[in-house]
């Protein structure tokens, strides 16, 4: 079954190949009414009207018909195709100087765009179908003249075997994308699972810091010696938080109550400047509580005041919680970092969910701790990257392999046969070795022209110019000045990573380069009408080229951002599984432990004062702080999961660690692993991971054979680069802190 990369590309490519074949059958049809002689010009409109019309509703029944009406309804196009051509004796006079007939523009349009709508024995039947037609009716119309060229037929069918080519080399690297994405897809939901165990371990170290830890050390130590109405109602409280803690997770819940509640419990007269409702994860709406909930027990305890604000604002990006308060403030630089309430009960906590604590504060002018949460989380371009590049490396191979086949097959037998065209030979011999090396160069090289683009587009144009310089002036424009549309794929392959306008303007230019050269020599094989139908008939295949390349690169972008929704689904449903696993094990340690003495002193049936009792709660605290103070970071967690789940995809690596490392936010520490993830999901072989650390910088750097991905920008102070080394690449991410 097509991967769903793939699927985009067939609904997509679908779409836009009928839509393609509208305009050009249309605008064809409009021309050859204005400008070309006609037998009959009423039946003549007709006709062009009748198979216009019938090409929208074809187009209205594949897009949206049923899987069984598309299957029967290109029969009624082929008979349509056919009615078109038995038409010709009233639609179309032969002459010679007319170029290519609107019918058969009509049907090479027909039978290049078939690949994306027929299998290929039904494409190839009805391609076979038409030209048999074709032959009939132009036998009708011209017995024995020049609308029965037998190089007609051998032509369509070339095209419709180019096309088929583009269809499946564009349809392969769609493959090849949902390939690399679904292991990006294991490598990264591997490393979240572990982000999200190991930042629910520490949430719910920090809850047991926050609540029961400091409960059962104030029992322990004696600093409560009889039962008190506040210490059960803090034990209850404790036990209420720690069930949060374990029910959060997942979800969304309104934010102001949660400060309410948390308010309502400081000794503290609140002054609020809230929304009324404001909704975010349930996750990231308890860490933002907590944090204030640690905030005003600061202000409690230190601050010497009674009085203090909760502001709460929010835009498109932030939300914002400040805890104000008027009291005596105190210099924040000297406070220790060993201390964990402030900062794992802040500055870590808010860092877990990709948010921010600053603690400002000026000693006799009160102090604001200000906590920050992203609303949405930046959206990586990795998955965009490998859909573009499978994208435009298909894409890129179907047009070198086109382009030769016109220039070795068609081109160099015109060529041969024509000697007596051209007014010296060697200007033709030139133009084509100089076209077929061009092609050759781009196609060895792994990357896109670059800097060699516009020398290599004006050597096409300089040959172009130089081939027809030496056909003579009565064969120019006709069928041995073979040079007159062809030169044109060079430059499409060139310019395919360009704007559709650009890419037009200098393809245009080159065809009116070409015009130029041909009216100045004075009479040419073809009329205006014919030359304007002539190049039309190759124009529109080219340029139809530049408009798959601009819709390939939309599609990978609309294509990333709907796996990501999809893998992000996935992701939520493995870690709700994981952490559902783990919550289930840490409250069955806490039923077994902690929640027990907890329930005795919230319901009076345990005496603080008895020295059982402080033995347990003094064992149980001790428990509680040797946890949290072997806890330790996210990062290696995450990347050791990218590593696993790499071996188990056949990649042998070797991970390296050394060094002293920071806390690092969500946001740097995807950027730091994304390149490693890529890397990974694209290695065959070995590869070797190595991570250096300071206190202020990370380096994540991966050697490995993989697939080159394009330049990304450097964010979040991340920065990252990419060297080529014997066909293996060293990809490195740096996070230098401020």
Not at 66 to 82: C, E, H, K, N, Y
Not at 213 to 231: C, D, F, K
Not at 517 to 542: F, I, K, N, P, R
């Amino acid at each position: 079954m097509p991967g769903a990369v793939e699927q985009r590309l067939l609904q997509q490519g679908l779409t836009y190949a009928l839509g393609l074949r509208i305009v050009v059958i249309g605008l064809s049809g409009a021309a050859a009414l204005a400008l070309a002689p006609m037998p009959d010009r009423t039946v003549a409109a007709a006709v062009i009207t009748a198979f216009t019309a019938w090409s929208l509703l074809y187009a209205a029944v594949m897009v949206r018909g049923s899987a069984r009406t598309r299957g029967w309804v290109p029969l009624i196009d082929v008979l349509a195709v056919g009615g078109i051509c038995l038409s010709l004796p009233w639609t179309v006079t032969p002459d010679p100087r007319a170029g290519a007939t609107w019918v058969l523009i009509a049907i090479n349009m027909v039978v290049i765009t078939y690949p994306w709508q027929l299998g290929g024995p039904a494409m190839i039947g009805a391609t076979g179908a038409i030209i048999a037609v074709y032959y009939a009716g132009a036998t009708l119309a011209d017995p024995g003249g020049w609308l029965v060229d037998p190089t007609l037929g051998p032509w369509t069918a070339a095209e419709a075997a180019l096309s088929w080519g583009l269809y499946r080399f564009v349809r392969r690297g769609a493959r090849t994308s949902d390939r690399i994405i679904a292991r990006a897809a294991e490598l990264r939901r591997a490393a979240e699972i572990a982000a999200a165990r190991r930042a629910g371990e520490r949430e719910y170290l920090a809850a047991l810091h926050d609540t029961a830890a400091a409960t059962l050390m104030m029992v322990g130590s004696g600093i409560v010696a009889r039962p008190e109405p506040w210490l059960a109602a803090q034990a209850r409280r404790d036990l209420r938080e720690l069930h949060r803690s374990e029910d959060a997770a997942h979800g969304e819940t309104d934010l102001v109550p949660l400060l309410h509640e948390v308010a309502r419990h400081a000794p503290l007269q609140i002054t609020w400047r809230t929304p009324e409702v404001l909704i975010l994860p349930s996750a990231d709406a308890v860490s933002l509580s907590r944090g204030v909930r640690e905030a005003l027990t600061n202000v409690a305890r230190h601050a010497g005041t009674e009085r203090a604000e909760i502001r709460v604002r929010e835009d498109s990006a932030l939300v914002t919680v400040e805890i104000v308060d008027e009291g005596r403030g105190f210099h924040p630089q000297i406070i220790t970092h060993q201390r964990y309430g402030v900062t794992r009960s802040l500055i870590e906590r808010m860092s877990r969910i990709g948010g921010r604590a600053r603690i400002d504060s000026t000693p006799g002018h009160g102090t604001t701790v200000t906590l920050t949460c992203p609303r949405v989380t930046p959206e990586d371009t990795g998955d965009r990257d490998v859909i573009a590049t499978s994208f435009q490396r298909g894409l890129r191979w179907a047009v070198i392999v086109m382009s030769l086949a016109i220039l070795v097959l068609l081109d160099l037998p015109r060529m041969l046969a024509s000697r007596a065209a051209y007014t010296a030979f060697w200007p033709q011999v030139a133009t084509w070795v100089g076209l077929v090396g061009i092609i050759l160069f781009t196609a060895f090289r792994k990357r896109p022209p670059g800097r060699w683009r516009a020398p290599l587009i004006a050597l096409v144009f300089a040959l172009a110019a130089l081939a027809t310089w030496s056909v003579r002036p009565e064969y120019l424009l006709g069928p041995a000045h073979w040079s007159e549309g062809d030169a044109g794929w060079p430059i499409v392959l060139l310019m395919m990573g360009a704007r559709v306008p650009v890419f037009a303007a200098v393809l245009a230019a080159q065809y009116l380069m070409t015009f130029g050269q041909a009216v100045l020599a004075g009479d040419a094989a073809l009329s205006v009408a014919g030359a304007v139908s002539a190049t039309w008939a190759v124009l529109t295949y080219q340029l139809a080229i530049a408009m798959i390349a601009a819709v390939l690169r939309g599609m990978s972008a609309s294509s990333a951002r709907a796996l990501h929704a999809a893998e992000r689904v996935r992701t939520s449903e493995a870690v709700d599984r994981h952490l559902h696993s783990d919550r289930t094990g840490r409250i069955a340690a806490l039923t077994a432990t902690a929640v027990p003495l907890l329930e005795g002193l919230a319901s009076g049936a345990l005496d603080p004062g008895d020295g059982p009792v402080r033995v347990a709660c003094a064992g149980e605290a001790a428990r509680m702080r040797r946890l949290i103070a072997d806890d330790d970071g996210l990062f290696f967690h995450e990347l050791r999961a990218c590593v696993e789940e790499a071996e188990r995809n056949g990649v042998a690596v070797s991970f390296t660690e050394f060094g002293t490392f920071p806390a690092l936010t969500p946001p740097v520490r995807r950027r730091l692993i994304e390149p490693a993830i890529a890397a990974l999901a694209t290695a065959h072989g070995k590869a070797r991971l190595t991570v250096a650390g300071t206190r202020d910088a990370v380096t994540v750097s991966v050697v490995a054979a993989c697939m080159r991905l394009p330049p990304v920008p450097d964010r979040d102070g991340v920065k990252r680069s990419i060297v080529e080394d014997g066909g293996r690449l060293w990809i490195q991410a740096t996070w230098q802190g401020e």
